[in-house]
């Protein structure tokens, strides 16, 4: 049983413009959300988070939005830049399982020039 | 300050062979986490160790077991392997399990085995 979905396994966009990553998740009890970067050969690294308490975050170019009630939360990049190609990774958490992540499946993402 | 290391970075074994990890942690983190990244199950939670206990587990066979030292330092072992058990492993590191704090992974080992 899937609980966290990216339903979209790659994106391609133009630099300087908005890449926009979906992620859907079906536990309602989770109350924490992140999103990871990955490049190959390397660990997943943290981008940004969410707490279920809020429904948008920012942190320079990237901002998150989360969809309670939908089940949804979003990751934008803005403007988007060659260097941002990766795999990009939501992922979920419940404060009382401690540090156990639930991760979506990835999206690929490739910034073209 | 040094990130998470994870030993071996490749390791080639056969079946029914059995196989250990090792993770260090970022210095002064004590929580540690182990995931499993294969093609087709994406990125899957092992289990993770904090003061050497294991608080929490993952859903995974009795083959894959880990602990953790007095240094935070963690080992993964996973015995009598599967071709399935090919995977990249990846180990994340953190101040502590309570809360939302940052984790920090590793590079991962790649595991292949034939």
């Known amino acids: 049983d899937q609980q966290v979905k990216q339903n979209s396994p790659s994106l391609s966009v133009q630099e300087g413009r908005i890449s926009i990553l979906n992620c859907d998740y079906t536990?309602?009890?989770?109350?924490?959300f992140l999103w990871y970067k990955k490049y190959p050969a390397e660990g997943p690294t943290f981008l940004i988070s969410?707490?279920?308490?809020?429904d948008k975050n920012e942190d320079g170019r990237f901002t998150v939005f989360l969809n309670k009630s939908a089940k949804h939360l979003s990751l934008h990049i803005v403007p988007s830049q060659p260097g941002d190609s990766a795999v990009y990774f939501c992922?979920?958490?419940?404060?009382?399982?401690?540090?156990?992540?639930?991760f979506g499946g990835g999206t690929r993402v490739l910034v073209k020039p | 300050k040094a990130g998470v290391t994870q030993t071996p970075r490749y390791l080639i074994k056969t079946r029914g062979q059995q196989v250990t990890l090792s993770c260090s942690p970022i210095?002064?983190?004590?929580?540690v986490s182990w995931y499993q990244q294969t093609p087709g199950q994406g990125l899957q939670f092992l289990f993770e160790?904090?003061?050497?206990?294991?608080?929490n587990k993952g859903n995974f066979p009795g083959r894959f077991s880990g602990r953790q030292f007095s240094n935070s330092r963690s080992e993964m072992n996973v015995s009598t392997l599967e071709l399935g058990d090919s995977a990249l492993y990846l180990c994340a590191s953190s101040l502590s399990p309570s809360g939302y704090n940052e984790q920090f992974f590793g590079p991962g080992t790649r595991l292949t085995v034939l």
């Open positions: 969410i707490s279920s308490i809020k």
């Open positions: 210095s002064g983190h004590r929580s």
């Open positions: 160790y904090f003061s050497e206990t294991q608080r």
């Open positions: 536990n309602s009890m989770f109350d924490y």
């Open positions: 992922a979920a958490m419940r404060e009382a399982a401690g540090n156990k992540l639930t």
